[in-house]
Each structure stands twice: as structure tokens, then as C-alpha cells.
């Protein structure tokens, strides 16, 4: 899909100030409730894993939003760690949706052989919204970094700081949307005082693996499991997805650290972003959810496969 969508807000060419900012959230709409939709289903799980609040977000007149992430219950710190996230963009909705139903149906399965943590909704505010952004005009997944700025991303990093270095696994799932193109991008233009130049979304789930830390057989078992659920995305005519080479089918890379991406937060020697397609002809909301689980379980299993067959217990 190509278009070129001009953003309403602000002069062109000139940074949005707080007058800007303002104007850009006085138009966000609450659609959806954290409360009912997460938490309620983070309420249905406290009688088999650990619930834990690790901050809360105050967004007066709006509200404060908890932040819940789920644990294993037998914790053992003699076992690797697992970190899956959802909702770092509020509005990538089968981020949510998978993890929760990762740990529904399948967390279990890996009781006694990983720790799990799992925060499924980072960024309530805008999950409610359908939004990218936080309340400040901030995108969370560009703001993992010392000092952020955005409370979501603040509280995820104070969440992970003390098990740094026994990740195994850290998967975050997302998604890649046709609003990206028609109003998230051009936004993001014009909040920042640039022109808007128009790009392509691919149609199909892909991945987005470490520049400075590529596991290329990593991110190709969860190409194989999730094509087995949906539809991988094609190279466009240069090569590339959303302007990056494709160094395998369905991966592109970025770095991670130096963008301020929540994949780069926890040191692990396996991480991986996903992005599902869900506006896709070719795809439902179910498929979608479906492709986040499957992601996440290969992301797992690889890496155990992985931890089993070195030599010495370790990869």
C-alpha cells in the first residue's frame, strides 16, 4: 500500500510544541478498556502463575493505569529467563492478545525449564486509544534508553534491570498496520518538522532481528512455525521491507540498543520483534494471535534445543 497522508496539526516544517501535543491529544478517542480486556484476563490467571504490579502510570484527567506482569509461580533462579512483551504500541492489538493467550494455553509447558515473565500490555494508555504513541506524543518503542522519557518504557527497563544477563529469550511481539502509513508515519513527520515520505507495508508477518547481535537460524525456525499459521511478506521490488534488506526470508534487522527498541533491553542472546499484518485480506484476528504464540513457542523451543545440545549446557 502506498499513500501520502498530509497530518492536520502543527505548521509544516516546524517541531510540534506542548501547544501542538495537546491539540494531537485532545483527538484521541477511548475505544477499548485496559481494565476489562487486560486485566480482567490477567485476573483469570492468578490462580496458576505469579501477577506482579510493576508501576503504575499516571495520566490525570485520563486516569492511572497499573502495570501487571505475569510470572512462573515455582521461580527457579537456577533456570534461564524468558521475557515475551505485548502492547509496546498500544494499538498493535495480537501483541496483547498473544501473550495472554501464550500463557493461557501453553506457559505451562515450560514449567521447570524456563522462567517466564510476561508483560502483555506495556502501554495501556494507548491501548485504549488504538494509539502508537504514549499520552506525551512519545513512541515507547524508541525510548527504551537510560533516563526515558516515557513512563512505559521507564518501568518495563526497572522491571528487567535485576535479571540482566540470565535472559535467554526476549520476544516482542508487534505489528505492522496500514495505519502506520496513513497516520502513524505521517504524524510522526509532522511532529517532528519534516516532510512525509510515503512507503510500502508488506502483506505477510515478518521479523526483525539485532543488527549487532543476528541469529539468523533463530529467526528462521519462527519463520517456519508461523508460516505454518500465516503468511510470510515478501521482499518488495528492492529487497526490502519497510526500507530495510531482507537478509533472509521474512527477517529484517535493526539496531536494536542504539534505537531505543524494546528487544534490546534485557541482554539476551536470543530476541526477536514480530510484526503481524492484520489488516491482510489473507489473514484474521484469530491467525494473527495464533502467529504471535507461534513465534514465541519456536522462540522458546529453539533456544532450549539450542541450550541442550552444547556441550556445556550452555549456548
Known amino acids: 500500500?502506498?499513500?501520502?497522508?498530509?497530518?492536520?496539526?502543527?505548521?509544516?516544517g516546524k517541531p510540534w510544541g506542548g501547544a501542538e501535543k495537546a491539540q494531537w491529544r485532545s483527538r484521541q478517542v477511548r475505544s477499548r478498556s485496559y481494565a476489562e480486556d487486560v486485566l480482567g484476563s490477567i485476573d483469570g490467571l492468578r490462580g496458576r502463575f505469579?501477577?506482579?504490579?510493576?508501576?503504575?502510570?499516571?495520566?490525570?484527567?485520563?486516569?492511572?493505569?497499573?502495570?501487571?506482569?505475569?510470572?512462573?509461580?515455582?521461580?527457579?533462579?537456577?533456570?534461564?529467563c524468558v521475557l515475551v512483551t505485548g502492547g509496546v504500541h498500544g494499538y498493535e492489538t495480537s501483541g496483547v492478545r498473544g501473550a495472554l493467550q501464550f500463557v493461557d494455553?501453553?506457559?505451562?509447558?515450560?514449567?521447570?525449564?524456563?522462567n517466564?515473565?510476561?508483560?502483555?500490555?506495556?502501554?495501556?494508555?494507548?491501548?485504549?486509544?488504538?494509539?502508537?504513541?504514549?499520552r506525551d506524543a512519545l513512541d515507547p518503542n524508541r525510548s527504551f534508553r537510560a533516563g526515558s522519557p516515557a513512563g512505559e518504557s521507564a518501568a518495563l527497563m526497572q522491571l528487567v534491570a535485576p535479571l540482566r544477563g540470565r535472559f535467554l529469550v526476549h520476544v516482542d511481539l508487534h505489528e505492522t498496520t496500514d495505519s502506520d502509513e496513513s497516520e502513524f508515519?505521517?504524524?510522526?513527520?509532522?511532529?517532528?518538522?519534516?516532510?512525509?515520505?510515503?512507503?510500502?507495508?508488506?502483506?505477510g508477518f515478518y521479523l526483525v532481528d539485532d543488527t549487532d547481535n543476528p541469529q539468523r537460524a533463530f529467526q528462521q525456525a519462527i519463520i517456519e512455525a508461523v508460516a505454518?499459521?500465516?503468511?510470510?511478506?515478501?521482499?518488495?521490488?528492492?529487497?526490502?521491507?519497510?526500507?530495510?534488506?531482507?537478509?533472509?526470508?521474512?527477517?529484517?534487522?535493526?539496531?536494536?540498543?542504539?534505537?531505543?527498541?524494546?528487544?534490546?533491553?534485557?541482554?539476551?542472546?536470543?530476541?526477536?520483534?514480530?510484526?503481524?499484518?492484520?489488516?491482510?485480506?489473507?489473514?484474521?484476528?484469530?491467525?494473527?494471535?495464533?502467529?504471535?504464540?507461534?513465534?514465541?513457542?519456536?522462540?522458546?523451543?529453539?533456544?532450549l534445543a539450542q541450550a541442550a545440545s552444547a556441550p556445556t549446557g550452555r549456548v
Not at 63 to 74: C, E, K, Q, T, V
Not at 116 to 134: F, K
Open 1 to 12: 500500500m502506498n499513500m501520502s497522508v498530509h497530518e492536520p496539526i502543527g505548521t509544516p
Open 50 to 80: 505469579d501477577v506482579e504490579q510493576y508501576g503504575e502510570l499516571d495520566y490525570a484527567p485520563d486516569g492511572r493505569y497499573p502495570l501487571f506482569a505475569i510470572r512462573s509461580r515455582d521461580w527457579d533462579d537456577a533456570l534461564p
Open 105 to 114: 494455553e501453553h506457559a505451562a509447558d515450560y514449567a521447570g525449564r524456563v
Open 116 to 134: 517466564l515473565l510476561v508483560a502483555p500490555c506495556v502501554s495501556p494508555w494507548g491501548y485504549e486509544r488504538i494509539q502508537r504513541w504514549n
Open 185 to 203: 508515519r505521517p504524524a510522526l513527520a509532522a511532529r517532528d518538522g519534516k516532510a512525509f515520505e510515503p512507503g510500502e507495508i508488506p502483506d
Open 228 to 303: 505454518k499459521v500465516t503468511h510470510i511478506a515478501p521482499a518488495d521490488a528492492k529487497g526490502e521491507i519497510i526500507g530495510s534488506p531482507v537478509i533472509s526470508p521474512g527477517v529484517i534487522e535493526y539496531a536494536l540498543r542504539p534505537l531505543g527498541l524494546c528487544a534490546g533491553i534485557t541482554g539476551a542472546r536470543y530476541t526477536t520483534t514480530t510484526e503481524v499484518y492484520p489488516d491482510s485480506p489473507r489473514a484474521t484476528p484469530d491467525q494473527c494471535n495464533a502467529a504471535q504464540v507461534a513465534a514465541v513457542r519456536a522462540a522458546i523451543d529453539f533456544a
